[in-house]
């Protein structure tokens, strides 16, 4: 028997944090899927989709503009909520998961509790939010 120290963070509920995105990663998937199939998106890619909701529609008279807005919208939400999981999971892969992105110190676990996508603490989040949205 090997005797391993467990690291103290996995003290902290990351595995909890794990299934919990990988669940919302499942159900985004199938989301994005039926998303694609509705619009007959013959792949999965977000540009195909895009593409797909926004070309000719076979059955356009029956489809408003409106909803296509609304489903390329829909898409984008999706599609964003996924690289942010993404990006998610691979910190917590690699051991970075909980730590602020842009300044280093821990983010309180009951933001990532409430928030599991959250890759900077609330201030360092604030301020990306100023910054880009000031432009
Ligand atoms: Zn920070």
Do not use: F, K
């Amino acid at each position: 028997m090997t005797t391993t120290q467990i690291p103290s963070r996995l003290a902290q509920p990351w595995a909890q944090l794990e299934s919990e995105l990988m669940t919302r990663e499942r159900a985004l998937a199938s989301e994005w899927q039926a998303l694609a199939e509705q619009a007959g998106a013959s792949g999965e890619q977000r540009t195909e989709l895009a593409h797909a909701l926004l070309a000719n529609d076979p059955e356009g008279v029956r489809h408003h503009p409106d909803d296509r807005e609304l489903a390329l919208g829909r898409a984008d939400a999706l599609h964003a909520e996924q690289v942010a999981i993404g990006e998610a999971l691979l910190a917590l892969r690699d051991g970075r998961y909980g730590a602020c992105a842009d300044c280093g110190e821990s983010i309180p676990v009951e933001r990532l509790l409430a928030q599991p996508t959250a890759l900077r603490c609330v201030r360092c989040q604030a301020l990306t939010e100023q910054t880009s949205g000031a432009a």
